[in-house]
């Protein structure tokens, strides 16, 4: 199945004022959760910013949609995209919640002043307040009401969750899902939140050193790995590809970081070896793991079957 | 509706097939009946955590499998599952089970005579309790 691509980065690179980033290269199929994950710094928000063209690539192409633009992204594009940055619009600190969603609205054909409304309520966004005079989380809230109101077809958050309190964060999962559910809507986050990728995301990015380290399917990932306790004498555990740890664990019992575990078990049971418990990985973990480069190449820019 | 389905991410059983057999197994067994309108997609990843595209898999190999059938436009219905069929799974679960029984056996070096008696021993208590549970 050939699926639409919401975005598309071929070749990307721009030479900031801190470090370099790039090449990146990444596509984006459209209807799915896209999480973006890695350390500070890393150019999870730079990749936010080529997308919506506030930051202009030295050299590579991007589409959106299928459609390319060179130098400024075309009005008709921008007004399918809806942004929520990880440091809120200064122009906005003096409006109302009102005020602001009225200048919005202009931009945005498909803006749907009753949806914002409810979020509004839902959220407990107070109405009369100036954006500045808010809390951080308030203020957050407010940017993601503002955000679904254009309706957008691609939702870009920077670090949506930040300042949120549990139960806001908990309404704003609710509310993306119910968005999902509604319409076709792409959406990239990133986030250091792991409950988030868990809870949302179809795909996860690693971002590294200002490069894409690819792109894997959540549930592939996060079961590529597992920790196996095991007893026996360290010499059956010697020579099987899919170990690529040992600890000692006790007299005769063994702690190791495995891959195919379905296989391996085959394997091991074979070996007289018995296998007390297996557990599945952290996603710190497995980003670790990933960063030091120890993903199998093959699962890693596999998209829409495996 | 709300489909019984428990994921162990400790499992070394991958989340497609965990979600695959189990959804399989409820509707062979009947506790979710034939015509019953499943989860949209989006709706049913939610609800486990997991991502469209292994919940679409499950999807569509059960639907190849003949167990669900998709209308366009309305979303994904169990179909009639055949008789047969059912009595051969009911078999395939069965025999599953003792063959793991009989494996636990062989490996604490059980002998046949041992095995046997014990599993008719077993067969008695629980078909006669059942009987007399049914009875009262």
Sequence with gaps: MIEALAVQMNGIRKSGRRKPIGPLNLEIPSGYVVALVGPNGSGKSTIMNLILQTLHPDEGELSWFGKSAPGVLPTELRQLIGYVPEVPLYEENYKTPEEAAAFRARWYPRWDQQRLEELLRRFEVPEKVKLNKMSKGERRKFEIAAALACRPKLLLLDEPSSGLDPFAW??????????????????????????????????????????????????????????????????????????????????????????????LEDILVNRGVSILKSRGLELEDILTLWMKGELPEEIKWKRGEY | ???????????????????????????????????????????????????????????????????????????????????????????????????????????????????????????????????KEADS
């Design chain 2, 1 to 131: 509706m709300w489909i019984p389905i428990q994921i162990n991410e400790n499992s070394a059983e991958p989340l497609y097939h965990q979600i695959k057999t189990q959804l399989r197994s409820l509707i062979v067994s009947e506790q979710i009946e034939e015509g019953t309108l499943l989860p949209s997609i989006r709706e049913f990843a939610g609800s486990l955590n997991c991502s469209v595209i292994t919940i679409r898999r499950v999807y569509q190999d059960l639907e190849n499998e003949g167990f669900l059938r998709t209308r366009q436009g309305t979303g994904t219905f169990v179909a009639k599952v055949d008789q047969g069929e059912r009595s051969e799974y009911r078999r395939t679960v069965v025999q599953e089970a003792v063959e793991a029984a009989v494996d636990a056996g062989l490996a604490v070096q059980y002998g046949e005579d041992e095995l046997k008696e014990l599993f008719l021993q077993i067969l008695k208590k629980k078909y006669h309790s059942n009987q």
């Design chain 1, 170 to 263: 908990k309404h704003m999962i609710d509310v993306l899902r119910s968005c999902l559910e509604e319409e076709e809507i792409t959406i990239v986050l990133s986030t250091h939140i792991v409950d988030e990728v868990k809870r949302l995301a179809d795909y996860i990015v690693l971002v590294h050193q200002g490069e894409v380290k690819g792109m894997v399917e959540k549930d592939v990932l996060m079961g590529n790995w597992k920790e196996l306790w095991v007893r026996t004498d360290r010499a059956q555990l010697e020579g099987l590809p899919d170990i690529l740890e040992i600890h000692e664990d006790g007299p005769s019992n063994w702690r190791l970081l495995v891959q195919n575990l379905a296989e």
